[in-house]
């Protein structure tokens, strides 16, 4: 007989997904709930937090996997834990519908309170090829393949004796020119420089990086002469930055590059690698609910973080983060609303849990207000672009002020120490250049071993020859007789 597991019966604040904001509302949230009688519970399909501006790092093997993600079970010890997905909400009648992450059946879930917090997923366009060529650079297992696959396509083409299948595995694309993209280029091409330095059959200069980027500038968080200089930068490592271009085809691993606006061909050719970082939406889960959604597929919501529709505020319903059209009272997006980064998430998910938690006792509400302090890039060791307080950085300060922010933002006390750890031990012993094979596959040695070998088919037997006559000569028969009379 299955057991059935048990839900608490407590008032609930439900908070829909575990990222930024949904850690940080509940680890602000789980002790004064219970205390008060209810209960924070916290739905995620994933048990952890991911921090993303470390993915480039764990790409390029600066920073362990492991140490670039916050567990819910050891840090949210009075949240009700569940990992699934909210696939419908009807806060009519404060009901969620979950969908177990290992395929069990859904089942209702009721609240008190909902905090949406599902954050964004990779956008992408319907380009051919794309979903079987590409990988995204998102999630913490995107960032380990990714390390994998550079580090083991260069170990292959090292012995690759077909020119056009050697180029094709050494040439690395990335589609993007934001934050995420630069940042990721900038670490691949690093490491793989260092991994070819240690392979006698492969030479730096075989190595090929292309950056496609729709815009007329890549990196619009910085000034425009900081962009500048980031171009010449990638461009004097041997990095193609290809501006007002783009992926118009990748089928079977074969792309084409269309110039903008034009649309005429830009350049075709073979990888075996592709990056799609251009961009993310609002998780489109916000669609199956009945709050207010705003043409940019977010959730409305006013500047106390409270979900707000056409007849005013919706009672006991909250979202912050990249799934939420939050109003930027200092400037932000064109639209007036925040820009979906990391610095906005952290300091909306403090002031939702503080307005959540003072709306308890009809105590007045806060608005968020937050003016962006700048932006910070890592491009590899010891190089990168910073713009801090009106500050303009570049090089080894940058790269500084890029891991000091960081190190800083990381979340808990126990991720912060395991980073700056990674950090310190590479400074003297460099990248992790060690590719682990066979990830997806973790099984197919054992299976190997444990599968009974056929046996061998017995070896057909030869025919013996068949025996020659002798020709009985004189000589002989003169032999004969004469073994004959020796004989008596």
């Known amino acids: 007989m299955g057991l059935t597991p048990t839900y608490s019966t407590r008032p609930r604040v439900l908070v829909v997904g575990g990222g930024y904001v949904g850690l940080y509302t509940a680890l602000r949230l789980q002790k004064k709930i219970a205390k008060s009688g209810g209960i924070v519970t916290l739905v995620d399909p994933l048990p952890y937090m991911t921090y993303q501006p470390f993915l480039p790092e764990v790409a390029g093997g600066n920073i362990e996997a492991r140490h670039a993600v916050v567990s819910h079970r050891r840090h949210l010890r009075e949240t009700e834990l569940i990992q699934g997905s909210v696939t419908g909400i009807d806060h009519e009648n404060r009901t969620a519908v979950i969908a177990p992450a290992d395929g069990g059946a859904p089942f209702e879930l009721t609240y008190h309170d909902v905090v949406l917090a599902a954050g964004a997923i990779t956008r992408t366009f319907p380009i051919k090829g794309l979903a079987e060529s590409g990988i995204g650079l998102k999630t913490i297992e995107e960032a380990v393949a990714l390390r994998n696959q550079v580090l083991s396509l260069i170990e292959k083409a090292s012995t690759e004796t077909d020119p056009a299948k050697r180029k094709r595995a050494l040439t690395f694309v990335v589609v993007g020119g934001g934050f995420a993209g630069i940042e990721t280029i900038a670490e691949l091409e690093d490491m793989a420089r260092a991994a070819a330095r240690l392979n006698p059959r492969i030479e730096e200069s ?283």
């Not at 709050?291 to 007849?311: H, I, M, T």
Request: with cysteine.
């Open 206 to 488: 075989e190595l090929r990086f292309v950056l496609v980027e729709a815009m007329g500038r890549i990196m619009p968080e910085v000034t425009e002469s900081q962009a500048l200089w980031v171009v010449e930068h990638l461009r004097s490592r041997n990095i193609e930055v290809l501006l007002n271009t783009s992926l118009d085809n990748a089928e079977d691993h074969n792309l084409k590059l269309i110039n903008l606006p034009a649309k005429t061909v830009a350049q075709q050719f073979d990888a075996d690698t592709l990056i799609w970082t251009a961009g993310v939406m609002a998780n489109p889960m916000v669609r199956s609910t009945d709050f207010p959604v705003e043409p940019r597929g977010r959730v409305s919501v006013n500047v106390n973080l409270q979900v707000s529709g056409e007849f005013g505020v919706i009672p006991n319903a909250w979202a912050a983060g990249d799934i939420a059209a939050v109003p930027d009272v200092t400037g932000g997006l064109p639209d007036g609303t925040c820009v979906p980064n990391a610095q906005h998430a952290l300091r909306q998910a403090k002031r939702l849990a503080a307005n959540l938690w003072a709306s308890r006792f009809n105590k007045p509400l806060t608005g968020y207000k937050h003016k962006n302090l700048g932006a910070v890039a890592g491009f590899g060791e010891w190089k990168g672009v910073a713009k801090i307080m009106g500050i303009q950085l570049k090089g080894a300060p940058a790269w500084l002020a890029h891991r000091g922010y960081h190190g800083l933002a990381m979340p808990t006390v126990e991720r912060k120490f395991r980073v700056l750890m990674d950090w310190f031990i590479t400074m003297f012993t460099g990248r992790d250049l060690t590719q682990l094979e066979g990830l997806m596959t973790p099984r197919a040695s054992f299976v190997s071993a444990a599968t009974p070998k056929p046996k061998p088919a017995p070896k057909p037997v030869e025919d013996a020859p068949a025996a020659q006559p002798v020709e009985i000569t004189s000589e002989v028969k003169e032999e004969v007789k004469e073994d004959a009379h020796a004989s008596k």
